[in-house]
């Protein structure tokens, strides 16, 4: 992979990100890979990928991550045999436990970039509310202390990332299924602390009491929600949202939202929303 890298950007700290970056891409997709003998070859399409994005920063365009799904899709023909499914989950506990060693500001960003679809530096710098260089710094940390952290802790148990998912991926959806039914407020009161702030995209900061008042008033515009992602650690959760405006009024919200939450003690203390840019 370094190779590969070194040809086409040289010998730069570009080329030592980019296998950083790879590694990473490659961590959270090498499960789906059946044929052992195609992983040498996959591998090496992953960094040449990331390079290739990289060479294309120097554009004005922001880039995003580049799509592997159908490369991928072609080697992964057939059932999954059951020590592969238990080899996958392992790797995936693995990753998000070296994951949470990271400073929550870090760990932030890099599921944005990595486990969300805002991935841009210039969305993931406007949601947090942060310079582009901070966003870019960040990162750089994070890649530096995951190749550090994914050595040092291969050989300890590690947390049952899926469960921790599952969990709060059934939470987001009884929580919308709450909402559209005009009770986010009873919904809010059972995770959420009473003293919780909320960071609106306008950066408007209010209490939770104000968020049934804004969903109920995007119920009565025709507008619904639709749960699409849920990604979570230990004490950061993001939830991703479309939402569907009315045919009469296709422009009335944004095409999606996210909410950012921190949580303390397994309570959320802060949300912050972010609306997602039209394409």
Known sequence: MRAVALALLGHSQDAEDA??????????????IRDPDA??????MVVRNVCRAQLRKMSAMPTAEPAMAAAVDRLSDGPPDPAEVLDRHALRDWVWSSLEDLSPDVRLVTMLRYFTDVTSYEDIAALCATPVGTVRSRLH???????????????????????????????AMETMVAAHSGQLASALSEGWSPQA????????????????????????????????????????????AAMHNPPEDPFHCPPGVVWVQSLDRGRV????LYHTRRR
């Open 141 to 171: 940390q994070a890649r530096t202390k995951l190749a550090d952290a994914l050595l040092s802790s291969a050989d300890r148990a590690h947390d049952d990332a899926t469960a921790l998912n599952a969990r709060h991926r059934r939470i």
């Open 197 to 240: 702030e909320v960071i609106w995209p306008t950066g408007k900061r209010t209490g939770i009491g104000y968020m049934p008042v804004a969903f109920n008033r995007d119920l009565s515009h025709g507008v619904r929600h639709e749960l699409l992602n849920v990604v979570a650690s230990r004490d950061v959760v993001i939830w991703e």
């Open 19 to 32: 296998v950083q970056e790879a590694t990473l891409i490659a961590l959270r997709r090498i499960g789906d």
């Open 269 to 272: 203390s802060k949300l912050r």
């Open 39 to 44: 992983v040498g070859p996959w591998l090496r």
